[in-house]
């Protein structure tokens, strides 16, 4: 160093340490007053050989290219000329370092690795000297990248980390069985490459550490006593502490534990940088004396920006890391970096062995095994089998009423007895103890609903098996039917209100109405006295909220259109009010734009397109904003789908059909990726199969029968796979059900009239029963009608009499929703179309003035619905009871408008009674 920078240098480096500042300028001060002794070597020394180069050939192996260099090695790729052609790694010790002492000891380490035999290790081939004198070792080539590395660049989830890594456990156990330590594992000693496609770990560089004496890489570092076996962020407490005696396999424990805590933080304990810096004793004392955080408290100290880079690299929302973490992975975590070594897992083996215990949703060793716990691991890995447990919780909730009354019934009883004082008193204790035993059973019972209600709803949900849950919310809506709101305390009305929520959307699932919207209106009983107490909170006035829009859902379910209106109204408002008390949250800002969502919905029910469209539109440029900050937030994916969705009915509406096809092939696009992220989830197997539903209606309408019923078919295999897990799933079955009335509609069409025959039948008798359960339902009533139509036209030209009962039915049907004011458009459209199917039955019949009476009857129904539309369910049947009364130049601009927009009826007969214009020049009858 010149002189003039010495000062700062020792400034820095010493800092306060006066006496290691005296030391070293006394050093200094030495070395100048010495002069030039020394300078040359007293003796001759012999010229080093030079370094190996590209090209040469050692022994075996020809080098081709430099692809590593560490302290003591070179590492080469190189060819293996013979016996067999082949890559390997060779590594060449460097310059200066092939003593005895080290040739000796490698000697001894090539007999322990060559005992080694695990598909996870890479092997030791070969060993020798090089012409120049100096040992080189010969292992097998591993193409890959650290495994913290190719575990981000590949974006694998907790899971698929999870399995990588107890293969690591499980070839370093393969070595302590050898009775080989690793002692430096650690992320660029682990290298990952696919093969066959999957992810396959090398476990490297075993006992070469030991074999060398030396320091292999640029973290590993060495004292003036004693050495570092290893690197320090890796390192255990008692390799910390220099005594090579001291270290087992538990050593190679804590390292492991280091790196699961670095794959699944994406940052190792301590900080690698901070630990070099504060020099070797503050490494010591760091790794001996200082607990790191757990996992899940690392990350929820992250900047929000920090967290969610981490967690989009492991395909998890980033307010769902942290709980992923906690639990089960925390504790697997720090009971590898236990201090003591007795506290740690005993071998490779038992970590492994408790990662797969997680894996398998198995209770963990490393956790206290608590009766919760291990009930809440036997529910995960039983989905299937918990019918058993749903049945003890709702003898639990029954129990719970019995105590609740009893405990009631015993209050007034001990309180009758207060005439005297020595009474009054016992009456008290056991008022006091007979309402804290009530007290307690319905804090049990209710915690219990909670869990079943919630997380364990949710994985039924996934799997499609809400059914075993039907027995619990029974129970439960009887034993909250039996408490007055005004009675209870703020604690039980959140626990009750969360609870009836979610029976209420159970029952919602399996399109068992009334009972969702008894449930729902008892959950907005709780929320409203909550919201009462305090105005403020908006924990409070999101449950209500979610009240008000599941009882506007149901209204919607049930054709009551009115009341759907008002409580989703209220629940815009309450969305608002949300929004000023809680600020720009993710959750405001979710509950606004869901409030503005059903805004759309309405319009578009209202047949207001432009203004649904418009609201759609700036919905989906909300949600997007929003997924941008939370691109890993599968609700917000899940909306973006749903909004194509109704973009695309806006746009089939408005006669735009290749706007509405790129709508609904967005929708499957977006579903077909949220499978591809969570196959086992039944709702997006759903979602899909309405997606090609609506495709296939479109080729449908649009004279493209073959590849409709391709769309319907491969729907119809979606469908049948989630009825058949949970048949009891009223809402999947009567989509199925349409679905088969459309694909009969089709083969109608195409004069398979034999096949449409088999399939009605059955279609039609489980209509009939939906009906008969749900008869509130106007979507169950209108597929009935819809079956009874297709019946009709079945038997028209066979059976007349048949034919005239069948449309008959299907038109008391229709009138039951028009008189009750639960007629969509959809039903709108079908009963319209029954009553030109039975003008048809009674002109075939030759009662011409009934015919008349009912086209009649099918313009009355359609009013003034078509003469501005472009919805073909309105301008079909208008403009055939047009042209079957002689209207036809009244008929002619409909005809003119479906044409121009590529329409073609599906029945034979309705295409023939519109097929009296040909397509304006230039329109493309069949957009594709």
């Not at 002794?37 to 075996?60: A, N, Y």
């Not at 806006?650 to 092939?665: F, I, M, S």
């Not at 009476?853 to 047009?882: K, M, T, Y």
């Amino acid at each position: 160093m010149p002189t003039h920078a010495r000062e700062a240098f020792l400034l820095e480096t010493c800092g306060n340490d006066d006496a290691l500042r005296a030391r070293v300028e006394a050093l200094i001060a030495g070395y100048e007053a010495a002069d030039s002794f020394l300078e040359d070597s007293p003796i001759e020394r012999p010229l080093l050989p030079p370094e190996e180069k590209i090209g040469d050939v050692i022994g075996r192996y020809a080098l081709q290219r430099r692809i590593g260099d560490g302290g003591c090695g070179v590492v080469y790729l190189a060819e293996q000329k013979e016996p067999v052609r082949r890559h390997v790694a060779l590594k060449v010790i460097k310059l200066g370092m092939d003593t005895n002492a080290v040739i000796a000891r490698f000697t001894a380490e090539r007999q322990a690795l060559a005992m080694m035999d695990h598909p996870d290790i890479a092997r030791v081939f070969d060993a020798g000297t090089t012409e120049a004198g100096r040992p080189f070792f010969v292992m097998e080539y591993v193409d890959g990248v650290r495994i913290t590395e190719f575990c981000d660049e590949h974006n694998l989830s907790l899971h698929e980390r999870l399995e990588l890594f107890a293969r690591v456990c499980l070839a370093i156990q393969h070595a302590h069985q050898k009775g080989i330590i690793h002692r430096d594992v650690k992320p660029s000693n682990i290298l990952v490459a696919r093969s066959d496609g999957v992810p396959t770990p090398k476990v490297i560089d075993f006992g070469i550490a030991k074999a060398t004496q030396g320091r292999l890489t640029e973290e590993t570092l060495l004292t003036g006593v004693g050495q570092f076996m290893g690197t320090p962020a890796y390192m255990s407490p008692e390799q910390a502490e220099l005594r090579d005696f001291d270290i087992d396999t538990r050593s190679d424990v804590y390292s492991l534990g280091v790196l699961l805590y670095e794959m699944l933080t994406g940052q190792p304990p301590f900080d690698p940088q901070e630990l070099v810096r504060g020099g070797i004793d503050e490494v010591r004392r760091v790794i001996r004396e200082v607990d790191p955080p757990r996992p899940s408290a690392r990350i929820a100290a992250l900047s929000a920006d920090a967290c969610k880079a981490i967690a989009q690299t492991r395909r998890v929302p980033p307010p769902h890391l942290r709980n992923a973490l906690r639990g089960d992975l925390d504790a697997i975590v720090m009971r590898c970096l236990e201090k003591p070594r007795t506290r740690r897992y005993g071998t490779a083996q038992e970590l492994a062995d408790d990662v797969r215990r997680h894996l398998r949703h198995e209770p963990v060793e490393a956790r206290p095994q608590s009766t919760a716990y291990r009930i809440q691991k036997f529910v995960a890995r039983n989905q299937l089998a918990c019918l058993s447990v749903a049945a003890i919780t709702a003898t639990l909730v029954g129990g719970t009423i019995v105590s609740v009354r009893q405990a009631v019934r015993a209050t007034a009883a001990e309180q009758t007895a207060t005439a005297e004082r020595d009474a009054a008193t016992a009456a008290g204790r056991a008022e006091a103890l007979a309402r804290a035993d009530a007290q307690r059973r319905q804090e049990q019972a209710e915690d219990l609903l909670t869990f079943m209600l919630g997380d364990f709803r949710t994985e039924l949900q996934k799997i499609g098996r809400l059914n075993l849950l039907d027995a619990v919310g029974e129970k439960a809506m009887d034993y909250f039917a039996g408490l007055n709101a005004r009675d209870l305390t703020d604690t039980a009305l959140v626990r009750q209100s969360k609870a009836l929520t979610q029976i209420g959307e159970t029952r919602i699932d399996q399109a068992r109405y009334p009972e969702a919207a008894a449930a729902f209106t008892t959950a907005y009983d709780r929320a409203a006295a909550l919201c009462e107490r305090h105005p403020s909170n908006a924990d409070m006035l999101f449950e209500r909220a979610q009240a008000e829009f599941w009882i506007g859902f149901v209204a919607r379910r049930r054709g009551e259109f009115a009341e759907e209106r008002e409580w989703l109204m209220r629940y815009r408002d309450s969305a608002i009010a949300l929004n000023e008390i809680e600020g720009k949250t993710l959750r405001s800002q979710n509950e606004l734009t869901y409030g503005y969502h059903n805004l759309a919905v309405l319009d578009f029910e209202a047949g207001d397109l432009k203004a649904a469209r418009a609201g759609f539109l700036s919905e989906r440029h909300a949600i997007a904003e929003l997924l941008a900050a939370n691109p890993g937030d599968l609700e917000l994916q899940t909306r973006m789908t749903d909004i194509a969705s109704w973009l695309g009915s806006v746009a089939e509406r408005d006669g735009a059909y290749l706007e509405a096809v790129e709508r609904y092939t967005e929708m499957s696009s977006g579903i077909e990726t949220l499978m591809a992220r969570e196959p086992d989830v039944v709702l997006w197997q759903e979602r899909l199969a309405a997606s090609v539903t609506f495709t296939g209606n479109l080729q449908a309408m649009t004279a493209q029968p073959d590849r409709a019923m391709a769309s319907y078919d491969r729907a119809m295999q979606l469908l049948d796979a989630l009825v058949a897990r949970d048949p009891h799933n009223q809402r999947w079955l009567v989509v199925s059900l349409n679905l088969q009335l459309q694909r009969i509609t089709l083969l109608l069409a195409a004069g398979e009239t034999d096949t449409a025959h088999e399939l009605l039948p059955p279609v039609r008798e489980q209509l009939e029963a939906l009906v008969a359960a749900e008869p509130g339902s106007h979507e169950f009533t209108r597929r009935l009608a819809t079956a009874w139509r297709l019946e009709a036209r079945l038997q028209m030209a066979t059976q007349p009499p048949d034919a005239r009962a069948a449309i008959d039915r299907a038109i008391a049907l229709g009138n039951g929703l028009i008189q009750q004011d639960r007629a969509n458009s959809w039903a709108v459209g079908e009963f319209a179309q029954a009553q030109l199917l039975a003008g048809r039955i009674a002109h075939a019949s030759g009662d011409d003035a009934k015919a008349r009476q009912h086209w009649q009857e099918a313009i009355g129904i359609l009013g003034s619905r078509w003469e501005n539309s472009h919805d073909w369910r309105f301008l079909d049947p208008a403009a055939q009871a047009l042209v079957l009364t002689g209207e036809t130049a009244r008929a002619r601009p409909l005809l003119e408008r479906l044409a121009r927009f590529g329409y073609h009826a599906t029945d034979p007969l309705a295409a023939s009674t519109l097929d009296i214009v040909s397509p304006p020049q230039g329109t493309n009858p069949n957009p594709r």
